[in-house]
Antibody, heavy 115, light 105 residues
Framework: QVQLVQSGAEVKKPGASVKVSCKAS????????INWARQATGQGLEWMGR????????GYAQKFQGRVTMTRNTSISTAYMELSSLRSEDTAVYYC????????WGQGTTVTVSS | DIQMTQSPSSLSASVGDRVTITCRAS??????LGWYQQKPGKAPKRLIY???SLQSGVPSRFSGSGSGTEFTLTISSLQPEDFATYYC???????FGQGTKVEIK
């Protein structure tokens, strides 16, 4: 079946970077964009950006421009989201989702930023 | 930028009630709107796409309507498993509504 499986929880110190992976299976990885969103505890969903796995083209939300990088490895059907210069406000659950319509989501990756 | 305004932010309802949630777009978005359900500790799940198309496997008590700037999600008869938070999403810009928490009265 179609699924996205994300990497495990991370604990990082302020100023560090984190790289979250999202492995696709059950469909042709390069046929759908991958969107990334995050959710702080008790808050709503916030879009971070999207990547076209076929071309590698990306589009980032203005809020994250300069701090986020989305990449992929097509040989293993995996997308990556790297966020740098972490601060406490980046503590959240990070999700990947398939396509513009988000029909399939990863299970989420908890990133905790704490000194 | 397109803004999505969702209301109400929360509501209390009983099993069997009819529930309606509204999402308004700051400009016309044709029928480019999806509805998602999220339960605590879980990823969002798509219920509706293209404003009114029911995702496969989603119970028929869920329905969506609207086009342009005003959209609604209706649950015709609320069931215990429907208590959750619901979000609308404009897929072109991935702009979410603020969410509606449906709680037990």
């Amino acid at each position: 079946q179609v699924q996205l499986v994300q990497s495990g929880a991370e604990v990082k110190k302020p100023g560090a970077s984190v790289k979250v992976s999202c492995k696709a299976s059950g469909y042709t990885f390069t046929s759908y964009d991958i969107n990334w969103a995050r959710q702080a505890t008790g808050q709503g969903l916030e879009w971070m950006g999207r990547m076209n796995p076929h071309s590698g083209n990306t589009g980032y939300a203005q809020k994250f421009q300069g701090r986020v990088t989305m990449t992929r490895n097509t040989s293993i059907s995996t997308a990556y989201m790297e966020l740098s210069s972490l601060r406490s406000e980046d503590t959240a659950v990070y999700y990947c989702a398939r396509g513009s319509w988000g029909d399939v989501w990863g299970q989420g990756t908890t990133v905790t930023v704490s000194s | 930028d397109i803004q999505m305004t969702q209301s109400p932010s929360s509501l209390s309802a009983s099993v069997g009630d009819r529930v309606t949630i509204t999402c308004r777009a700051s400009q016309g978005i044709r029928n480019d709107l999806g509805w998602y359900q999220q339960k605590p500790g879980k990823a969002p799940k798509r219920l509706i796409y293209a404003a009114s198309s029911l995702q496969s496997g989603v119970p028929s008590r869920f329905s969506g309507s609207g086009s342009g700037t005003e959209f609604t999600l209706t649950i015709s008869s609320l069931q215990p498993e429907d208590f959750a938070t619901y979000y609308c999403l404009q897929p072109e810009t991935w702009t979410f509504g603020q969410g509606t928490k449906v709680e037990i009265k």
